[in-house]
Every structure is written in C-alpha cells, then in structure tokens.
C-alpha cells in the first residue's frame, strides 16, 4: 500500500530536549516536504526536498532542521525545542515538485507535538 | 502574509443540497490550484485541481471553479453527502512553493 509513515504520532516533551520525527514513503517519489498545521493559519511549509541531498526552506524554517540522504526518508529535527513549536506536522511527498499539479502530495498521518 | 485565503471556517448544509466552498488569493503567479480534504486523526487527501489557464474542472460530484480576475476560486459539491463532512483546504502552487488557507470545515447534515 502506497503511504507516507511519520513517527511518533504524538509526542510531549520539554524545552530544549532535541528531538527528530520521522518520515518515510513507499512510493519512490522524489518531492518531499513538511507542514506545520495551525489553528487559523492552515498549513505552511517548513522545508522541502527536491531530491536526495537538495533540500530548501519553505515559509517557517526557524528551529528546524532537515536532511534527504535517501530518497525514501526525510527527517525533521527540532534541536533545540521552544513552545511555539507546539503544532500538528504533517510530511507530504509526491512524485516530482515539477508537476507536482498532476501529482498531487500525498501526505502522512500528523504527528501531534507538544513542547511545554 | 496569508497569500490564500478561506475566509469561512466553518459551512453546515443539509444532505443532498449543494456546498460552495470559496479561496481568496492574492498571488497573480500562482498556477495551480488544488483543494484537500481532511477528517480527523489524518492527513490531507487530494480531492480536485485546476491549472490557472482553466475556469473549471469537475470529477463526479466536485467542480472547481476559478476566476483568475477576481482571484477566486470556489469548490462545489452536489449533491453533498454526511461522509463530506471534513476540513477543506484550499492549496495554491507557485514555482516549488505550496500555499494553504486556513480550512473550512463543512458538515453535512442527514
């Protein structure tokens, strides 16, 4: 089954605790990206992976970090946590972002964080 | 800056009458349009698009309708079903750039 697997699904933890949510797709897609969701603002793109090894910064990069080093996985790193990163993530990947219209992103689960 | 915008954040219709979701945009670069559907506890699921050269574009009971001059599109959906209950977003796309709105959450009563 096609699928794009992110983990934890939840997750509380305290300030400053470095933490990494995983992501990982099936499908062999080269377009990677990662949303934050919050209430009243919809999703925003955080960074995004054009291929292995070339990632960029979307709208809401601060505090985060990102790495492709294989197609299939694409990790997002929290160093140094503060509350104001507390929010729903969600990872999406699609098949090329070159058109990225006919492929539309297929996107994970969420995972729920919590930074207190 | 919120470059799309759903202005509604919540739409409750009766089943089987028609539900208008509407997206406001101020990117004129913008060439690509897509809406997503959402329930609770997952992700995102693709539901239509439409390429900025199009004024709509329908797949069974959704249509997408765009009007590039008022920079506006809206999504219908007929006849509108209780399992169409979710959050819907509105998504535009500029270069490798995606923008969301906030979501506009319908339900459908039976």
């Known amino acids: 089954e096609a699928q794009v697997t992110q983990n934890p699904r939840y997750l509380i933890t305290v300030t400053g605790k470095k933490l990494t949510v995983t992501c990982s797709q099936n499908?062999?897609?080269?377009?990677m990206s990662w949303y934050r969701q919050d209430p009243g603002l919809g999703l925003r793109q955080i960074y995004y992976?054009?291929?292995?090894?070339?990632?960029d910064k979307g709208d809401v990069p601060e505090g985060y970090k990102v790495s492709r080093k294989e197609k299939r996985n694409f990790p997002l790193i929290l160093e140094s946590p503060s509350p104001n990163q507390t929010s729903l993530y969600f990872c999406?990947?699609?098949?090329?972002?070159?058109?990225?219209?006919?492929?539309?992103?297929?996107f994970g689960d969420g995972t729920r964080l919590s930074i207190l | 800056d919120q470059q799309v915008k759903q202005n509604s954040p919540s739409l409750s219709v009766q089943e089987g009458r028609i539900s208008i979701l509407n997206c406001d945009y101020t990117?004129?670069?913008?060439?690509?349009f897509l809406w997503y559907k959402k329930y609770p506890a997952e992700g995102p699921t693709f539901l239509i698009s439409?390429?900025?050269?199009?004024d709509k574009n329908e797949d069974g009971r959704f249509t997408v309708f765009l009007n590039k001059s008022a920079k506006h599109l809206s999504l219908h959906i007929v006849p509108s079903q209780p399992g169409d209950s979710a959050v819907y977003f509105c998504?535009?796309?500029?270069?490798?750039?995606?923008?969301f709105g906030a979501g506009t959450r319908l339900t459908v009563k039976p």
């Open positions: 998504a535009a796309r500029v270069n490798n750039d995606m923008r």
């Open positions: 499908m062999n897609h080269e377009y």
């Open positions: 990117n004129s670069m913008f060439d690509y």
């Open positions: 439409i390429s900025s050269i199009k």
């Open positions: 992976s054009m291929n292995v090894e070339v990632t």
């Open positions: 999406a990947s699609s098949l090329s972002a070159w058109v990225a219209s006919n492929q539309p992103q297929h």
